[in-house]
């Protein structure tokens, strides 16, 4: 087996584990996107000569190459490639407003700009928004550099790593649904030992559907999965029916989704008849699930859930098992699982003293995961890095067995007449409502200064709810003081890049009585 080794080191990043992976089986499939079937070996030498050509257009390591892209083969190809040459990357947010990708581009210093065709009018706007030293099109292009035709005419053969252990490998962004997203710097040493062991499962290799963003936790699934022999399926998005239909098609044993996602694989027509014997593992992370629609999904897929707890800031913090999704322990199932053995948590509150179990107050994290500190913005850096802590801006408890449950973020909890209001709690109240699809509870400021508390609701499909229904249903669990002043409803949440609830912009409809009108 060729070597692709740090020069100098026993080092391997990320990428040379990538690529080892790939090499073991180089005739098996390896990428699957739009009935197009790319090989093991097709796609590492697809690597190797993107690799060659940015080298030859003048990227070098430790400048900074973005990527403007959906999900398909090259975009992942061309990370690899930025990393084998040692390049800092970072993968575009499409669901984030061309003024903020420019301030991105223009805040990590990017020297590059590689853009999908697709996107060719967005990439337009935002280089002339922020300054770039040159922009390659991942294929044909009346205006642009076509990467692709550059790679064909260079050779296949190993292209070593030129990285080294303590460069910058990528930059993460926080969502920035509250002000300015925030860049988190992760250099080769710290992502290399995030890949160290392949799904779990038996002796068939994973086979993993894409149908999220590449730039969030999916796009490590996809790069462990490939580490790993496995194929991994590229969808555009996400749409419950065609899902189902490749699960069965492809025999998928492995998936990462963001709720709503997992409900509505279950709320389809076509769940109930397509065979999905194959799979092994459902991942969900994002935002906080709903127990009793977890406990749909149980029902229906078996005990295939797993969900992933953590931030861009701290990394991995907890997981909830397979064997944790257990509709007969909704106390269990409404957690976040237990924390990684390398993560300890602590429930503070305010005034930074340690909670007993049972009690609310921040989560608070300390790993060798994370971060040292948002990029550029030492201010924002210790405001939540606190004597070895991250302050984490989320609000929990830790019960008498370990398990942690995240109940929500510091910033989303309503104050009403100097009670704490947790939405989430209302959320699973309203959502266990068998005709409740989906909801979000969020406060806002009244003419009176005082908050309070709003809800919308997306009913199940072709179904109608009463609305004083629900609205009794709050107030004799929780108490007049819980009962929301507005109740909408709609056929979906707005969502944010990451698949959260964008509360922010309910809120902004909810104060100016637009909910139902503009959703």
Same mark, same amino acid.
């Given at each position: ?12 990043? /990320? ?19 739009? @009935? ?12 190797? +000569? ?19 892209? @959906? ?7 061309? +990370? ?10 970072? /993968? ?104 160290? *062991? ?90 906080? *699930? ?34 944790? /999704?257990?509709?007969? +322990? ?102 266990? /409502? ?86």
């Amino acid at each position: 087996m060729a070597s692709h080794l740090a020069a100098g080191s026993d080092f391997r990043t /990320h990428v040379e584990k990538i690529l080892a992976g790939l090499e073991t089986s180089p005739a098996r499939e390896a990428l699957v996107h739009r @009935g197009r079937r790319t090989t093991a070996l097709e796609l590492r030498a697809m690597v190797f +000569r993107m690799a060659r050509a940015l080298r030859r257009q003048g990227v070098d390591r430790r400048q900074t190459v973005t990527i403007l892209s @959906g999900t398909r083969p090259e975009a992942l190809a061309v +990370r690899f490639a930025a990393g084998l040459v040692g390049c800092r990357v970072h /993968h575009l947010n499409n669901s984030l407003t061309a003024e903020t990708q420019a301030a991105i581009v223009q805040d990590i210093e990017t020297h590059t700009l590689i853009v999908d065709p697709g996107y060719g009018d967005r990439a337009e706007e935002l280089t002339g928004l922020a300054s770039v030293a040159q922009v390659l099109s991942l294929g044909p292009s009346d205006t642009r550099t076509d990467l692709l035709e550059l790679a064909a005419q260079e050779a296949a053969d190993p292209f070593p790593s030129r990285a080294r252990p303590q460069d910058i490998c990528v930059f993460n962004y926080t969502g920035g649904t509250t002000g300015r997203p925030k860049g988190i710097a992760v250099t080769y040493e710290e992502i290399s030992g995030n890949y160290t *062991a392949p799904p779990a499962g038996g002796a068939q290799k994973p086979r993993l559907l894409m149908c999220t963003p590449l730039m969030y936790t999916g796009g490590v699934m996809a790069d462990v999965v490939l580490m790993s022999e496995g194929t991994v399926v590229l969808h555009d998005g996400f749409d419950a029916g065609e899902v189902l239909a490749a699960i069965e098609r492809e025999r998928i044993t492995h998936i990462f989704l963001v709720p709503p996602m997992p409900y509505q694989l279950v709320d389809h027509p076509a769940s109930v008849t397509t065979d999905t014997s194959s799979m092994r593992t459902v991942m969900y992370a994002g935002c906080r *699930a709903s127990a009793s629609r977890l406990a749909d999904v149980v029902r229906r897929f078996g005990p295939v859930l797993v969900q992933s707890y953590g931030q861009n800031e701290a990394g991995g913090i907890s997981v909830l098992a397979s064997q944790d /999704h257990d509709p007969s +322990r909704p106390g269990v199932l409404s957690s976040s699982g237990r924390p990684l053995p390398w993560v300890t948590v602590a429930i503070r509150d305010e005034a930074g003293r340690e909670l007993p179990p049972l009690e609310h107050g921040e989560i608070c994290v300390r790993s060798k995961t994370v971060m040292r500190g948002y990029w550029k913005q030492p201010d924002e850096s210790d405001a939540v890095l606190k004597d070895g802590w991250l302050h984490t801006g989320d609000i929990g408890f830790l019960d008498s067995n370990g398990y942690l449950t995240v109940t929500d973020r510091a910033r989303d909890m309503i104050n009403v007449a100097s009670d704490h209001i947790y939405p989430s709690d209302l959320e699973d109240l309203l959502n266990s /409502h068998h005709l409740v699809a989906d909801s979000a509870v969020f406060g806002v400021l009244g003419d009176d200064a005082i908050e309070h508390v709003h809800a919308v609701v997306v009913p199940v499909p072709g179904e109608t709810i009463n609305p004083q229904k629900l609205l009794e249903m709050v107030r004799e669990a929780w108490g007049e003081i819980c009962v929301p002043i507005q109740l909408g409803f709609t056929d979906s949440l707005p969502r944010t890049g990451a698949g959260k609830p964008d509360k922010q912009r309910l809120k902004a409809l909810a104060s100016t009585r637009k909910v139902e009108s503009e959703l």
